[in-house]
């Protein structure tokens, strides 16, 4: 099989031999900015076994860290309210034929949880939510996507999830009219995720910038990995791309979407195709430092640290 690296500068390689810690005590990137993602720090720790007692958490207000333990079956999408952390113990936390919605929420934490048939989408961050931090999950079997940010969502970060032979991974933007909401907005990061066997939208990207792609490990995705469309702008690299025979779309858009923008380095490439660059894109390191893993160790990393049951 071919492999191939692209290489630029990037702003900081880890070292060889030292891997990167997998389980992350706290969100870097997007939803670190600020007064960072808490979730519900500093607020009783309840347990979920039914899902009338995770709804009833859900919908609490105030913080709370509300474990889930065995499944918990639910229908549609329901809303979770600001200051909550969302935590599947060890491997038996599992959401089944639902999924969780964001309107107008902030500081969440969504980490450790199988979700599976999720009806719609399995996690829907919309209408203005903030600093939400997705970590750690499974994503198997959704009618529609596994993740998506939208209608002027912003501050998110979305690491070490195993998105496993899903269609629509993750959505960034819902439609091409949604500038008016968008632009400005949809500041998002995506590191250490393993586009498994996946279909589309690694992510697709409509009006974000920036949206940083970094540290993933994209195979077998048999329509495309990434798409910026819509003038957005995104940044991508040092992931791993193998059979993927269309990495990155970017100058020519994507399906009826207009062109976008994206900045590509420091990837590798086995067995795929070349990546679509096009134009400039705000530098993810105008709001973060962050450390880049060699994109020859993410395959392993990504294998042995992303999912459920992880941390």
């Known amino acids: ?79 979770v309210r600001p200051h909550k952390t969302i935590i599947g113990i060890g491997t038996n936390g599992r959401i089944d034929g639902g999924g969780l919605d964001f309107y107008r929420s902030y500081n969440v934490i969504v980490r450790n949880l199988l979700f599976t048939n999720a009806e719609d989408d399995a996690v829907n961050v919309g209408q203005e939510s903030h600093h939400i931090w997705i970590d750690h999950n499974t994503f198997r079997g959704a009618v529609d996507g596994s993740v998506d940010i939208v209608r002027g969502s912003d501050f998110v970060t979305v690491s070490w999830n195993h998105f496993d032979h899903s269609d629509k991974s993750m959505l960034i933007s819902h439609s091409d009219g949604a500038a008016g909401t968008d632009v400005g907005h949809l500041r ?63 100058a020519s858009g994507y399906a009826d979407s207009g062109p976008g923008r994206a900045v590509a380095r420091n990837n590798t490439l086995v067995n795929s195709g070349a990546l679509e660059v096009s134009g400039t894109v705000v530098e993810p390191s105008t709001y973060y430092a962050y450390t880049l893993d060699a994109p020859s160790s993410v395959p392993a990393l990504v294998r042995a640290g992303a999912g459920h049951g992880r941390i």
């Open 1 to 79: 099989m071919r492999r191939r690296t692209l290489l630029a500068t990037p702003l900081v390689l880890a070292l060889p031999g030292v891997p990167r810690a997998a389980a992350d005590p706290a969100p870097t990137g997007f939803a670190s900015l600020g007064t960072g993602t808490t979730g519900g720090a500093g607020g009783p720790t309840v347990t979920a076994t039914t899902a009338d007692q995770f709804l009833g958490y859900i919908d609490t207000v105030g913080p709370l860290v509300i474990q889930v333990n065995g499944l918990i079956q639910i229908t549609s999408k329901q809303g």
């Open 188 to 250: 998002v990061s995506i590191h250490h995720n393993w586009f498994d066997n996946s279909v589309q939208r690694h992510p697709r990207v409509r009006f974000g910038e920036p949206v940083h792609v970094y540290n993933n490990y994209f195979l077998n995705n048999t329509s495309y990995g990434a798409a910026s469309t819509e003038n957005a702008g995104l940044v991508v690299e040092g992931n791993y791309f193998e059979n993927v025979p269309h990495p990155l779309f970017s």
